[in-house]
Nanobody
Framework: QVQLVESGGGLVQPGGSLRLSCAASGNIFSINTMGWYRQAPGKQRDRVAT???????NVADSVKGRFTISRDNAKNTVYLQMNSLKPEDAAVYYCSANIRQLGRLYDRDYWGQGTQVTVSS
């Protein structure tokens, strides 16, 4: 089995920073693209940023210049550094990873349980 466990969410004032982490564990052969998505109440889940196993990043325009995605392949972990947070950034943030398990011939997407980010004064 594979698990993605997120951490680092919480309450922050506008203009503040948070760093989210997501660690993948389990029966893993390889991890391809990892990413962060977010979902605010009553809205669809949107892509925030993704990073390939080679380090190529893709960041949504709404957070470009404020959020940075990175990963540590040795730790199977992806990070999201969020700076200059705005109230509209408040959402549940989900980690996703495209993973091939040991002994399998196909890749599939896995999701974390989500971590709440609240931006409020």
């Amino acid at each position: 089995q594979v698990q993605l466990v997120e951490s680092g969410g919480g309450l922050v004032q506008p203009g503040g920073s948070l760093r989210l982490s997501c660690a993948a564990s389990g029966n893993i052969f390889s991890i391809n693209t990892m990413g962060w998505y977010r979902q605010a109440p009553g809205k669809q889940r949107d892509r925030v940023a993704t990073i390939t196993d080679g380090g190529i990043t893709n960041v949504a325009d709404s957070v470009k210049g404020r959020f940075t995605i990175s990963r540590d392949n040795a730790k199977n972990t992806v990070y999201l550094q969020m700076n200059s947070l705005k109230p509209e950034d408040a959402a549940v943030y989900y980690c996703s990873a495209n993973i091939r398990q040991l002994g399998r011939l196909y890749d599939r997407d896995y999701w974390g349980q989500g971590t709440q980010v609240t931006v409020s004064s």
